[in-house]
């Protein structure tokens, strides 16, 4: 049983493997040095090692930094994760890529379920999860539109000057250049799908 669960985790790598391998497979392409990538990336040599080699994490942040430092586009550090013939990607119930985003904190989490493979990102998919209330969310802003669907809990989301109450099953879209973010929290725990598509530039 154990060999065949160790030949699955061969076969099939993790996103942090895979993101791990591209970038340094990227890194060695350009006979940079750990040390190089990292001062560029303004990371510790120690994250980036943990990285390459697929034992932690990265936010989104962290990766954008790392793609400018390499000269690549973030899509291509993604590109080879669950890539197939059908260009259908899926994502198993918890595989989501956890990320760390602006007002991140304990308790609050959020997973990215798709990752784009092309040379542009159209969307980013996230299911955000918020066990307590125990700090304050700051206020986001980003290009394109957003699309909120609540699974659980009970949630104050401000958009703009405006409030909404959401519950399960609520759905709220908005211009993603306004600020936004959540006001109050009203049960928890809380979960909802927040989906960023964005602008595309024509030809």
Request: proline share 5%; hydrophobic share 35%; charged share 25%.
């Amino acid at each position: 049983m154990e060999s065949e669960q160790e030949e699955q985790g061969v076969n099939s790598p993790s996103l942090e493997e895979t993101v791990g391998a591209a970038i340094r497979e990227q890194r060695q392409k350009h006979g940079l040095t750990i040390a190089q990538v990292a001062e560029q990336a303004d990371i510790s040599r120690g994250m980036l090692s943990k990285i390459e080699n697929g034992q932690t994490s990265a936010g989104m942040d962290t990766l954008a930094r790392i793609a400018r430092a390499l000269g690549v586009s973030m899509s291509m550090l993604f590109s080879k994760y669950d890539a197939t013939t059908t260009s259908a990607q899926h994502i198993k119930h918890g595989a989501g890529m956890e990320v760390v985003r602006r007002g991140t904190k304990s308790g609050h989490t959020y997973q990215l379920l798709a990752y784009d493979q092309g040379p542009v990102k159209h969307f980013e998919p996230f299911l955000i999860t918020i066990e307590d209330d125990s700090e304050r969310y700051p206020s986001f802003e980003h290009p394109g539109t957003e699309f909120i669907y609540m699974l659980e809990g009970r949630i104050e989301y401000r958009v703009g000057q405006e409030t909404y109450v959401l519950e399960p099953g609520d759905a709220l879209n908005f211009q993603g250049e306004v600020p936004h973010g959540p006001e109050r929290l009203l049960a928890c725990p809380i979960r909802f799908l927040s989906v960023i598509v964005y602008p595309q530039v024509a030809g």
